[in-house]
């Protein structure tokens, strides 16, 4: 399947560095890269302001009460331990998102970078691991599949927090995309009662809510649904929009 078209559309042992940036409520900080490509890994997400975007929304939107860290380098992950209040984010994981979107040549079919596109996934998934952070941290209460609740909540803080930030969540929708068309036509069993949604259904729910957050601008977007299907699937991404934000923003501080 193909994506909508679009205008822009030997192991040693790990050792903490110091916090390379912190706040009261999170702390960043980096395991010791084990190889090269590792420490280009490190020096890039440094250098990106992805973290210092990520303090930025936190501590203005979605503050904490216990100290978050955000730890890279990990084995495991991405992924949210509620044990530690910790997020871990694997060096390799940057490189792979990077991977992609070099192999679906990005930057010659919508003229953004794969780099850019690799942060803005990097980014919406800091976000995803947030959310679950800030739901055990606030106690909220989720009604369904946490793992949809807090892809709804990293697409709306991007979309309404960030610059440029529905561009951004189109990157982290496309990743989805490119990583359910590197799948097999079938699914293993352990995948149908998986906490996550399919790839191609988070990337599908993520168009529909950068659609619906400002349908006139994204018109375009979700051309790939049938025509039989298209005006409902619009109406209802309007609606969902508006009812994701409206159920989130009864948690987020709006000062």
């Known amino acids: ?23 009261d409520k999170i702390v960043i900080r980096y395991l010791t890269a084990k190889s090269q490509a590792e420490a280009d890994i490190k020096t890039s997400i440094e250098q990106s302001g992805v973290n210092q975007t990520m303090i930025e929304l936190a501590n203005n939107r979605f503050p904490y009460r216990q100290t978050l860290t ?4 990990s084995e495991q992950g991405p992924l949210y331990d509620p044990d530690q ?7 390799q994981f940057y490189q792979q998102a990077l991977d992609y979107f070099k192999h679906n040549k990005y930057d010659e079919k919508y003229g953004k ?20 952070a800030y739901i055990a941290d606030q106690k909220i ?10 892809d709804n909540f990293a697409a709306m803080i991007m979309i309404e927090y960030v ?9 982290a929708a496309d990743m989805f995309a490119f990583e359910s ?9 352990g995948e149908y009662i998986d906490e996550h949604s399919f790839d191609l259904q988070r990337y599908f729910s993520t168009l529909c809510l950068v659609y619906g957050s400002d349908p006139e601008k994204h018109q375009d977007l979700l051309d790939e649904v ?13 609606f969902n929009y508006s009812n994701v934000a409206q159920n989130w923003h009864t948690y987020l501080s709006d000062d």
């Open 181 to 189: 068309e590197d799948r097999p036509d079938y699914y293993d069993f």
């Open 85 to 91: 209040h910790l997020v871990q984010i694997p060096y």
């Open 113 to 132: 970078s794969a780099q850019s596109g690799a942060m803005d996934t990097l980014l919406h998934t800091l976000l995803h691991e947030a959310g679950h």
């Open 1 to 23: 399947m193909s994506i909508r078209s679009r205008l822009l559309l030997l192991p040693i042992l790990a050792v903490f560095t110091i916090p390379a940036f912190a706040s």
């Open 141 to 150: 209460p989720i009604l369904g599949k946490e793992e949809d609740a807090v």
């Open 70 to 73: 955000i730890e890279y380098g």
């Open 226 to 238: 049938e025509n039989d299907y298209l005006a409902e699937r619009k109406d209802f991404c309007v």
């Open 163 to 171: 610059d440029n930030g529905d561009d951004a969540a189109i990157s």
